[in-house]
Nanobody, 124 residues
Framework: QVQLVESGGGLVQAGGSLRLSCAVS????????RGWFRQTPGKEREFVAT????????DYAGSVKGRFTISRDNAKNTIYLQMNSLKPEDTAVYYC?????????????????WGQGTQVTVSS
C-alpha cells in the first residue's frame, strides 16, 4: 500500500520560511516524478512544483518561482519543499503527490498517489 505523509506545515509570518517534507512508502521504485500542489477553500487544487527522479529536472508555478525549491532524497524516500519569502497568498493546504511514470507533470490528474495534506498559514 502506497502512503505519502506530509509534515512541516504551520503558522509563519510574511517573509518567513518553512520546509515541508513528504515521506513516501510502499512504492517499489523511486524512478518516478513527484510534486507538490496546494488548495484553498472553494478553489481547485493547483500545481506548485514538480521534480523528476533525481532532481535535475524541475518545474514551478509562476507564483512561486524563485521563492520555493523542490528537492528529493531517494535514500530516505522523501521529497521536500523549501518555501522562502512566504506571502499571505501562499496560505493553503499543501499536498505531495507521486506519479507512476518518469516525466514531470503539472496537471494534478497525472498523479496517482496523494498525501493527506499539511496546512500552511502565512500571516501578514
Amino acid at each position: 500500500q502506497v502512503q505519502l505523509v506530509e509534515s512541516g506545515g504551520g503558522l509563519v509570518q510574511a517573509g518567513g520560511s518553512l520546509r515541508l517534507s513528504c515521506a513516501v512508502s510502499g512504492m517499489t521504485t523511486s524512478n518516478v516524478a513527484r510534486g507538490w500542489f496546494r488548495q484553498t477553500p472553494g478553489k481547485e487544487r493547483e500545481f506548485v512544483a514538480t521534480t523528476n527522479w533525481n532532481g535535475d529536472n524541475t518545474d514551478y508555478a509562476g507564483s512561486v518561482k524563485g521563492r520555493f525549491t523542490i528537492s528529493r532524497d531517494n535514500a530516505k524516500n522523501t521529497i521536500y519543499l523549501q518555501m522562502n519569502s512566504l506571502k499571505p497568498e501562499d496560505t493553503a493546504v499543501y499536498y505531495c503527490a507521486s506519479r507512476i511514470l518518469t516525466p514531470i507533470a503539472t496537471r494534478r490528474e497525472l498523479y496517482k498517489y496523494w498525501g493527506q495534506g499539511t496546512q500552511v498559514t502565512v500571516s501578514s
